[in-house]
Each structure stands twice: as C-alpha cells, then as structure tokens.
C-alpha cells in the first residue's frame, strides 16, 4: 500500500520556476516507477514526466522536456519535479502515480497508486 501527497502546487508568473514534491508513505516506494500527469480545465489529462524505482530511467513528454527535470530520493520516499520556465499552458493540477514500472497511460491502471493533486496556475 503506497499514500502519496503532492505538494508545492500555486500561482507563478511565466518563466518562474516552481518545484512539485510527491511525498509517499508505505514501505514499497522505492519499487514503484512514479509518474507526474496533468489536467487542465477542460482538457484530458496528459502525461508529463516518469521516473523509474531507482532513478536510472526517466521519460518526459515532449511539452516539458529539457525544462521539468524529475528526481527521486528513495531515503526521503519523495520524487520532485522541478519546473522551469513556466508557461500559461503549464497551468493544470498535477498528480502523482506510482506504478510497478513506467507506463504513460494517462487511465488509472489497476495496480496503481493516486495522490489528490496540486494546483499550477501560470500567469501571462
């Protein structure tokens, strides 16, 4: 069993920078790949980045790549997304998701883990 908490989440102007925490309880952190999705109002939720259990692997989607690096620190059972040169577009809630191994399907998987979600807003 894996709880996650998102956190950092608000509101930015674009090009700010903003760092997302997923904080995780549960002994197991450290064997799930966890992934970074994002909603926005009215849109379907899209894929924004992964990490695998130890770090070695991590997957981002084109929209983010080379300004939303992802990290974990298995010790502190919390991987962090660090956003860069934040756009309007960037502005969505963003969840956490730990799954056994890296998977982009934005649907919830059977096995997977959810937290509740932290606001971005990105201001022109």
């Known amino acids: 069993q894996v709880q996650l908490v998102e956190s950092g989440g608000g509101l930015v102007q674009a090009g700010d920078s903003l760092r997302l925490s997923c904080a995780a309880s549960?002994?197991?952190?450290?064997?799930?790949?966890i992934h970074w999705f994002r909603q926005a109002p009215g849109k379907e939720r899209e894929f924004v980045a992964a990490i695998s259990w130890g770090g070695g692997r991590k997957v981002y989607a084109d929209s983010v790549k080379g300004r939303f690096p992802i990290s974990r620190d298995n010790a502190k059972n919390t991987v962090y997304l660090q956003m860069n040169s934040l756009k309007p577009e960037d502005t969505a809630v963003y969840y956490c998701?730990?799954?056994?191994?890296?998977?982009?399907?934005?649907?919830?998987?059977?096995?997977?883990?959810w937290g509740q979600g932290t606001q971005v807003t990105v201001s022109s």
């Open positions: 549960g002994r197991t952190f450290s064997s799930y790949a």
């Open positions: 998701a730990a799954r056994p191994q890296i998977l982009q399907v934005v649907t919830a998987q059977a096995d997977d883990y």
